[in-house]
């Protein structure tokens, strides 16, 4: 049997680095080789991906982020035109709207080659954190990026995105809804479960047995992270023997110590240490409205902590008010601490919200995620070939 040949570009390919590229590893585990062959061409990353043919391009580290890298398809064209010309891609992959997304997208169709794309980062909502000191640029910037969104993915055959909340934002700036389809995140629910609970490892880092609110995500602005210092805030003033847990490193990491200097910072941590932590704790806080999906929220959640959430961004689809945790208005710091007063001392409500949050989120199987990305690929291959008839 012929095997279905795909063209995977990305900006990083290193493993465990966020969500985006965790999703993406949990499909590159599960490719069959008797049925796919894959070539890989991306910026930053290992050597080689798997067994599979792999074709590093030079890159630059982006400014204020420098784990984050861009690849630069202009120092590579030759060497990827050749590799892709002896490869003879079916099918398209291209994980981000960048230099060397747009690269691939033109490559892909000059040839008439499908492009399939996974909607990883919400870039739109960056704009209110990266320009908050130039206001007036806000809507021009966002309204050029929306545009370049729009021409990009609605050149892709196929997109998949986490959530009915981006679904209608992207449909809102002009993107084509027969192209997109629902597609979420798994979990793997044996790393991240309530059995991990030892309440001996966080007892360790506070050095007492208070209850404990926890926030786990890059420290980065985009975040909302001025809303989760003025929940910390109203804590320490209303509830100061209540311990802040804050699991993550960043760019912000230096201004979250000062601004909450009360709070217990373990930066970044693997998730195996992660996965006690979450069932360790009480509370769970994340008031980001950037997130395209918010793998942390599912994470606590699958893990049996209470989440207390922004009601926006990709995050809000996790929750049904009340019943598997709350929802807040975004910015309003006096909402998130009064849900999370209820959970503390409403121990019948909490139970409930553990149980359901536990039965939520036992329904997300990467298995069943992965099965459909390669159906969709073996689908979109057939064009190739019937093209090629």
């Not at 999703?23 to 080789?33: E, G, P, V």
């Not at 640029?137 to 986490?162: E, G, R, T």
């Not at 601004?259 to 240490?273: E, G, L, P, Q, V």
Request: hydrophobic share 45%; net charge positive.
């Amino acid at each position: 049997m012929k095997k279905i040949r795909v063209a995977f570009f990305a900006e990083i390919l290193t493993e465990d680095l966020d969500g985006a590229v965790r999703t993406m590893f949990q499909l590159i585990k599960r490719i069959d080789s008797e049925r796919f062959d894959f070539l890989f061409i991306y910026g930053s990353g290992a050597d080689t991906i798997g067994n599979f043919k792999s074709l590093k391009i030079p890159a630059i580290s982006l400014p204020f982020v420098t784990s984050y890298a861009m690849a630069l398809p202009i120092f590579a064209k030759k060497q990827m035109q050749q590799a892709l010309h002896e490869f003879q891609a079916d099918v398209i992959h291209i994980a981000t709207p960048s230099l060397l997304g747009h690269w691939a997208l033109q490559y892909a169709g000059e040839r008439h080659i499908p492009v399939i794309s996974i909607y990883h980062t919400h870039f739109i909502s960056y704009i209110d954190y990266y320009f908050k000191h130039l206001p007036f640029l806000i809507k021009p910037v966002k309204k050029v990026l929306a545009q370049k969104h729009k021409a990009f993915y609605n050149s892709c055959d196929k997109i998949y995105v986490p959530s009915e909340s981006i679904k209608q934002e992207l449909n809102q700036i002009g993107i084509d809804l027969h192209r997109m389809q629902l597609w979420k995140r798994g979990i793997d629910t044996d790393l991240f479960s309530p059995l991990k609970k030892d309440k001996r490892v966080v007892q360790q880092l506070t050095d007492n047995n208070q209850p404990v609110i926890m926030f786990a995500s890059r420290l980065v602005w985009e975040k909302n992270l001025e809303t989760l210092f003025a929940i910390y805030e109203q804590m320490q003033s209303k509830h100061p023997e209540v311990n802040f847990l804050v699991a993550g490193n960043g760019t912000a990491f230096k201004a979250c110590r000062g601004r909450m200097k009360n709070a217990i910072f373990t930066s970044k941590i693997d998730h195996s240490k992660l996965s006690i932590l979450y069932a360790s704790a009480d509370v769970f806080v994340f008031p980001s409205v950037s997130e395209t999906y918010g793998n942390v929220v599912l994470e606590a959640m699958a893990s049996g902590l209470p989440c207390v959430i922004a009601d926006g961004g990709g995050s809000q689809d996790f929750i049904k008010q009340g019943v598997n945790g709350f929802k807040c208005q975004p910015y309003n710091a006096a909402d998130y601490v009064e849900k999370i007063e209820i959970i503390l001392t409403n121990k019948v409500l909490k139970k409930h919200i553990v149980e359901e949050g536990l039965n939520y989120s036992r329904a997300f199987n990467w298995e069943e995620l992965a099965c459909t990305y390669f159906n969709n690929l073996q689908q979109l291959a057939k064009r190739t070939l019937l093209m090629a008839v």
